[in-house]
C-alpha cells in the first residue's frame, strides 16, 4: 500500500519475515519521512538502512500500531487542500513532487473516462 500523508510517502508491505509476528514493514525514500512515521510510535522502532533496497529506510511495526498511525492521521486531517498542506508541512518542493502524482493519477482518470485535458 502507497500512503502519502503530510507527514511523509510511504509504502507499508507485510514480507514474509513479517507475517508469523503479525507486523508490517513500513518503507521509505526518506529519513525524514521514516522518522516523522516512527515519531508516532509511544515505543522506539529501528530504523533499517538498506543500501540495496528500492526503499532505502524502513522499520518493522506491529499491525496494530501501524492501523492506529494511519487512523491518527486520518482523524487529524483539518485542511481542505492536500497539496496546500503538504507545501505547509514539508515544503514546496515536496508539494511540487505530490502534484506530479496527482497530475499522473488525474491522468488516469480522463483516459479510463475517454476525455481531453481542459
Excluded at 18 to 27: A, F, G, I, S
Excluded at 50 to 55: F, K, M, R, S
Excluded at 85 to 107: E, F, I, L, S
Amino acid at each position: 500500500m502507497w500512503i502519502f500523508t503530510d507527514f511523509g510517502f510511504f509504502s507499508i508491505v507485510q514480507k514474509e519475515e513479517d507475517v508469523e509476528d503479525n507486523m508490517l514493514t513500513v518503507r521509505s525514500r526518506t529519513r525524514e519521512d521514516i522518522e516523522n512515521f516512527v515519531a508516532e510510535f509511544l515505543y522506539p522502532l529501528k530504523i533499517v538502512i538498506d543500501q540495496h533496497a528500492d526503499y532505502l529506510y524502513r522499520v518493522r511495526a506491529k499491525k496494530e500500531d501501524v492501523q492506529r498511525v494511519l487512523f491518527n492521521a486520518t482523524k487529524n486531517i483539518n485542511y481542505s487542500n492536500f497539496k496546500n498542506q503538504v507545501a505547509r508541512t514539508q515544503g514546496v518542493r515536496r508539494a511540487h513532487k505530490y502534484h506530479k502524482v496527482w497530475d499522473t493519477m488525474y491522468k488516469v482518470q480522463l483516459e479510463e473516462e475517454n476525455l481531453t485535458l481542459r
